[in-house]
């Protein structure tokens, strides 16, 4: 019998004042046995820092055809496709095809991140952002991860300051381009 997903609630408070954009919401987060803390961890910042009318999360992280988080337009369309991790240049090729926006939030180095696409084909690679935290961030965060967790993410001039279950931690918000 194969091992279920383990669910885990948020309630998040958001301040991103660099976008304009506050707002309280829940969020119910199955984590998939082969899913890491850091990668759900990871996953839950990326929905919070692209937080918008229209962000959910995608498929589960076997899904093939939908990102780890995503936003819609009203149609249905998707707009912004929203990797978490190391995706290969072919999924990249893929969501940059579809989608007007194409992010990927990485928990690890992103150098390392980016160097299996190296003189790969990707659509419209100039137009990708790979954003990731300070080394050690997520791997400090995560220790305090519980099954149902209070979050409180602000935002100002690229610093994320995140309330994590009562520890406060801070990190630069880095970006690199592909192109």
């Known amino acids: 019998m194969a091992i279920g997903s383990t669910l885990h ?4 408070q958001l301040a991103d004042t660099d976008r304009g954009v506050y707002d309280d919401y829940s969020l ?15 996953r839950v910042l990326a929905y919070g820092l692209e937080f918008g009318e229209g962000t959910a999360f995608g498929g589960s992280v076997s899904d093939t055809e939908e990102p780890a988080v995503l936003v819609r ?14 995706p290969d240049a072919e999924r990249l090729h ?7 926006r194409t992010v990927v939030y990485t928990h690890r180095d992103p150098a390392k991140v980016m160097a ?3 003189d790969k084909r990707i659509h419209r690679a100039e137009d990708i952002r790979v954003h990731s935290f300070d080394p050690g961030f997520i791997d400090t965060a995560t220790p305090h991860l519980e099954r149902r967790n209070t979050l409180t993410l ?5 610093v994320l300051y995140l309330d994590l279950n009562g520890t406060s931690l801070a990190t630069a918000l880095h970006e690199q381009e592909l192109g």
């Open 73 to 86: 337009d009203l149609t249905g369309r998707i707009v912004t496709w929203i990797e978490v991790g190391a």
């Open 9 to 12: 609630t948020f309630d998040v």
């Open 94 to 100: 893929h969501a940059s095809r579809l989608a007007e």
């Open 154 to 158: 602000t935002v100002t001039e690229r």
């Open 116 to 118: 299996p696409w190296a």
């Open 28 to 42: 119910r987060v199955a984590r998939h046995p082969s899913e890491t803390d850091a990668y759900m961890l990871t």
